[in-house]
């Protein structure tokens, strides 16, 4: 594959927060047009990879490049989706007014958004079933809501990556049904898509590749080829199986 | 002199209209700037600013001599700058967490602005007098020119907001976000952090080192009760501020002996009691009686459909049934029945009730409802 169509690739990347490190050289290549997932054990440093590719942490050594470029140069190509549990939710602030958020980048230092973002936020309102809360206190929402104005937020962006931290978290099934719906229609779309995740058992389901993350890369590539009892035992440490349906 | 002669006063004495609108700009400016802190959770941050200032003041008072305000501010600006950085730094760089960084930094300058302070007083200089006056603020020593500054820097602060109002707000509801989209989140915090640092400075001298965070929080936290967005939040604490400035200025005017400073801040923490209490949606009374009152309409929505159930059973949905038979469920009291009939949801006759086609449709509205979220 030439190394142009890599949407991400981490090179020998390596993360402390302290002493202890919590990515040791990782090396990933992520295909463009893939829904993958991250998955790994709590403290397998999901949530920290994520924010590394976005340069919100910086890395003791190593690199990312997204298309081919450091992430600073290529800012307009990445939505994030944080997970909902990092900002607090009593900001004096509507649920319309955050996902204009997502408009911000696009609009660069001190402009205003306009009608032109107004109506892009309604649409990503709507695509994620919300717009009739549109002026509704944010505090005001439930979990599963506040999940789908973070996505409306990064949908909003219209990226070519996405990058998501958890979106499926306390979410109940409906919302998480809607949620996958919309990520399987923008990878239609050829966007790229890496989200964190913990059901194991909807791996295989949601996603068509993943990467099995611990501290260390263990595995990376295709759901079908790579998630496996063998993957999971050295990912969770336990003889792990789960009934894969292929 | 009462209140009333204050206010008279106010516009034709000239010294007294230079405090007032002094403290009224103070007022403002410090609400304005305050909501940013409150909603980055830093609140005693300003705090630790105001208390790092006062080695400032001092060290500039032994480097010129002079007890010129705008020279001892300056000092002060410059040790409340170089302790706010170093907090952010401390945070940054090790494993401390930002309250012990803040406490910390707070009494090593404010230890060392105490040394300062009887140093200076036990040098031969009659000069020295009056250095402490920064402790407490001194609201009569406001001139014209003091006016003056604190005017141009709210005007330039809120010119500030204004440009980076967008880049500001997304910062402080989700500052990795920001980082995302391309932002120099670094220099926003700078930006925020230093105005707010102006902003405790210019309040040294009318409120004093001590009680100054106060003047940054009060407002704000009032101004939150009142509103959910931004924007109105904003304005109300520089509402807010502003008036505690100048009723407070006319409480302690109208009392001789009583200093303006902490009057001024009693008077906006009186604002903020009463936020806390009275605002209509999120003060503590309303939303008692808002408990109130949809625990009284939850039990009569509870009887409403137990007599649903009950008519059910029945060909004719207004067959009347004594009341008696309620009486193995708890929801109801003579009260309630009261209720539903001027509602005309049920009709009472004797010892026995009846729903009404109108009340068997609501009952059959609200069985339907439940269970069903608003998503």
């Known amino acids: 594959m030439n190394k142009k169509n890599y949407a991400i690739q981490v090179d020998d990347l390596t993360v402390a927060y302290d002493y202890k490190p919590v990515l040791w050289d990782i090396d990933l290549k992520i295909p463009e047009g893939v829904l993958m997932a991250i998955v790994g054990p709590n403290g397998a440093g999901k949530s920290t990879l994520i924010k590394a590719i976005l340069g919100i942490i910086k890395p003791i050594a190593g690199s990312v490049k997204v298309f081919g470029k450091p992430y600073k140069k290529q800012v307009d190509k990445v939505a994030y989706v944080p997970q909902k549990g990092s900002v607090d939710w009593d900001f004096p602030t509507t649920a319309l007014d955050v996902v204009m958020m997502g408009t911000y980048g696009s609009l660069g230092w001190i402009k205003r958004p306009g009608q032109k973002e107004k109506k892009a936020a309604l649409e990503a309102l709507e695509k994620v079933g919300m717009l009739s809360f549109q002026d509704r206190q944010i505090s005001q929402l439930s979990g599963g809501q506040q999940q789908r104005i973070f996505l409306a937020r990064a949908l909003v962006q219209n990226a070519a990556i996405y990058l998501m931290d958890e979106p499926f978290q306390g979410v109940d099934a409906t919302t998480e049904k809607a949620i996958i719906n919309i990520l399987k229609e923008l990878k239609s779309d050829g966007k790229t898509l890496i989200v964190v995740h913990h059901d194991l058992q909807t791996v295989p389901e949601y996603f068509d590749w993943v990467t099995f993350l611990n501290v260390k890369g263990i595995a990376s590539g295709p759901v079908k080829d790579i998630f496996n009892d063998d993957n999971l035992t050295k990912t969770y440490g336990i003889n792990y199986k789960v009934a894969v349906n292929q | ?375």
């Open chain 2, 1 to 375: 002199m009462s209140i009333t002669e204050y206010f008279k006063l106010l516009f034709t004495d000239y010294t007294l209209g230079v405090i007032s609108l002094g403290t009224a700009v103070l007022g403002a400016i410090c609400g304005m700037l305050g909501s940013f802190a409150v909603l980055r959770k830093q609140s005693l941050l300003g705090d630790a600013i105001s208390h790092a200032s006062l080695p400032g003041i001092a060290l500039a008072f032994l480097f010129t001599g002079t007890k010129d305000t705008n020279f001892l501010l300056i000092g002060a600006l410059i040790s409340g700058l170089v302790g706010t950085f170093w907090i952010k730094s401390i945070v940054r760089r090790t494993r401390l967490k930002t309250d012990t960084a803040l406490g910390l930094i707070l009494s090593l300058f404010f230890g060392l602005g105490m040394l300062l302070l009887t140093f200076i007083q036990k040098m031969p200089n009659a000069n020295q007098a009056g250095l402490d006056k920064y402790l407490f603020g001194q609201a009569a020593t406001l001139v014209a020119s003091d006016v003056w500054v604190m005017t141009a820097i709210t005007g330039v602060s809120l010119l500030v907001l204004l440009l980076f109002w967008k880049e500001l707000k997304l910062l402080l509801f989700d500052a990795d976000y920001t980082k995302t989209l391309g932002f120099n989140t670094r220099f926003l915090d700078i930006l925020i952090t230093s105005f707010i640092v102006l902003a405790i400075v210019l309040g040294l001298q009318t409120v004093g080192v001590v009680l100054m965070s106060a003047m940054l929080l009060a407002p704000a936290a009032a101004a939150r009760q009142w509103t959910n967005s931004l924007s109105t939040m904003v304005v109300l604490a520089a509402i807010f501020g502003a008036f505690s400035g100048v009723f407070g200025t006319a409480i302690s005017a109208s009392q001789n002996n009583l200093s303006t400073g902490p009057v001024i801040v009693l008077v906006a923490v009186v604002v903020v009691l009463i936020s806390f209490i009275f605002s209509p949606k999120r003060g503590l009374l309303f939303r008692e009686i808002r408990f109130y009152r949809n625990r009284k309409e939850l039990n009569l929505k509870k009887t409403l459909t137990f007599m649903y159930r009950i008519a059910q059973n029945h060909k004719d949905i207004s067959h009347p049934h004594a009341i008696k038979i309620l009486n193995n469920f708890h929801g109801f009291t003579r009260k309630s029945l009261n209720r539903l009939q001027e509602e005309q949801l049920i009709e009472i006759q004797g010892n026995q009730w009846a729903l009404t086609p109108k009340g068997y449709e609501e009952a059959a509205r609200i069985n339907d409802k439940i269970g069903k979220k608003d998503e």
